[in-house]
């Protein structure tokens, strides 16, 4: 058996924040295992643009099949919520320990190798789940708000297209704050070729051959 590692983990969630968030977490969590003893670390793994409510993400299913095969000697990361943001942190760091590793956050002062770890992560891990669920309540319901006042909630089908509905959204792009505001409404171009698919399977022709000719002539497949 290879000799067990420690690995340090680092995660950021979306491709809107800042991608040097792993480095931050890194040289962080670095300097608090050097603090408990532990001044050298085999392999940083990382998930970059990756929610913490996935389990699907490259690095944690590596970060899974090393604690599946025993090597990892210490998982090291900056806050529980880097590893996951879901409700399965504690049955992860468990088969951790089972395993024979160790967890460490840095940022919140949980060691497993210290009495009552159990529940500062078990209670880390309610707090984050309710995090993310107030955050999806929120987003919803700024959603729902923004559809009920004709405007647009970020998604919209072919044929259909978003604007700014204030004519001086340049300049507000260029602020701080809340984004302007847009509507949405029929794309000229695109409804053409809407007309026209409906055309043709009213005329008799079945889906796939509306789909080769759809590609045939390049249709633009839209934003």
Request: glycine share 10%; proline share 4%.
């Amino acid at each position: 058996m290879s000799r067990q590692k420690i690995v340090v983990y680092c995660r950021y969630s979306s491709d809107m924040q800042r991608p040097d968030s792993c480095a931050d977490q890194e040289r962080t969590v670095r300097a608090g295992l050097a603090r408990l003893g532990l001044p050298s670390v085999d392999i940083v793994i990382t998930d970059e643009a990756e929610s913490g409510t996935k389990v699907g993400r490259d690095g944690y299913q590596r970060l899974r099949a090393m604690i599946d095969r025993r090597e990892v000697a210490v998982l090291a990361v900056d806050d529980q919520s880097r590893l996951t943001r879901a409700d399965n942190a504690f049955g992860f760091v468990k088969d951790l320990v089972f395993a024979g590793g160790r967890f460490v956050s840095t940022g919140e002062g949980i060691d497993t190798s210290l009495p009552g770890w159990e529940l500062k992560v078990q209670v880390l891990q309610l707090h984050h789940g309710q995090t993310v669920r107030d955050l999806q309540h929120r987003v919803r319901r700024g959603q729902e708000g923004r559809v009920r006042d004709d405007g647009s909630a970020g998604d919209f089908p072919y044929g259909y297209e978003a604007f700014h509905l204030d004519p001086d959204w340049a300049a507000q792009l260029a602020r701080r704050g809340p984004k302007p505001k847009k509507g949405v409404r029929v794309c000229a171009a695109e409804a053409t070729w809407v007309r026209q698919v409906f055309a043709w399977f009213v005329a008799g022709h079945s889906i796939g051959w509306i789909a080769r000719e759809l590609t045939r002539l390049a249709v633009p497949k839209g934003g």
